[in-house]
């Protein structure tokens, strides 16, 4: 399990790295930001657990990376900006299943080049 917890302040994971199969984060009046653009996911499906309270959680994903979204946001914002997909990926692919809680925060999943 990786996990990242912040209180108070902000952290960014982006680069080369290898996930485990279940990703935590936690922002408490702070802000972190997951990047798998170069992560190494493992076969099968990602688990992302996002925790938000006067904080904010960015989840940064390749176009081509399958994700789902589940989750309670409580006078906060849970949102989902992807790009439109060139084709369906197969049913095997590797892909993000995130699901979050946002208490007075954000919880983004958003896609990059």
Do not use: C, H, Y
């Amino acid at each position: 399990m990786t996990d990242l917890a912040l209180v108070g302040s902000s952290k960014s994971s982006r680069g080369p790295w290898r996930p485990a199969r279940k990703v935590r984060s936690v922002a408490i009046f702070g802000s972190t930001e997951v990047d798998f653009r170069q992560a190494q996911l493992p076969e099968g499906v990602t688990e992302v657990a996002l925790f938000s309270l006067f904080g904010a959680n960015d989840v940064i994903v390749r176009s081509e990376t399958p994700v789902t979204i589940t989750g309670l946001s409580l006078l906060g914002s849970r949102t989902m900006r992807r790009s439109p997909a060139k084709q369906m990926p197969p049913p095997t692919a590797k892909s993000l299943l995130v699901s979050g809680t946002s208490i007075m925060g954000r919880l983004s999943v958003k896609d990059m080049p």
